[in-house]
């Protein structure tokens, strides 16, 4: 449990500093395809079946392949998504 509890903070935290590293709209746009694009190949290719909802499109939109990254790490783990 508190495994899980520091790996979402820690993914917050990385987040937070991503956003404010990556400012501007078109950044923003550009990663959440890029990410979005990433994830979409993850699940064809590995079969994953993450859901495409709210919390992961932000979470690729801020922080674009590393959020998608974190996001397939996570469902790899068990712990989201």
Request: proline letters at 0%; glycine letters at 8%; one cysteine or more.
């Given at each position: 449990?508190?495994?899980?509890?520091?790996?979402?903070?820690?993914?917050?935290?990385?987040?937070?500093?991503?956003?404010?590293?990556?400012?501007?709209?078109?950044?923003?746009?550009?990663?959440?395809?890029?990410?979005?694009?990433?994830?979409?190949i993850?699940?064809?290719v590995?079969?994953?079946?993450?859901?495409?909802?709210?919390?992961?499109?932000?979470?690729?939109?801020?922080?674009?392949?590393?959020?998608?990254?974190?996001?397939?790490?996570?469902?790899?783990?068990?712990?989201?998504?």
């Amino acid at each position: 449990m508190a495994t899980e509890i520091v790996i979402v903070l820690a993914a917050i935290v990385i987040a937070y500093l991503l956003y404010h590293v990556l400012k501007t709209v078109k950044n923003m746009v550009v990663n959440a395809i890029i990410g979005l694009l990433v994830l979409v190949i993850a699940n064809i290719v590995l079969g994953l079946g993450i859901a495409y909802t709210w919390v992961v499109v932000l979470t690729c939109a801020i922080a674009g392949v590393v959020g998608a990254i974190l996001v397939i790490l996570l469902h790899y783990v068990g712990i989201f998504f």
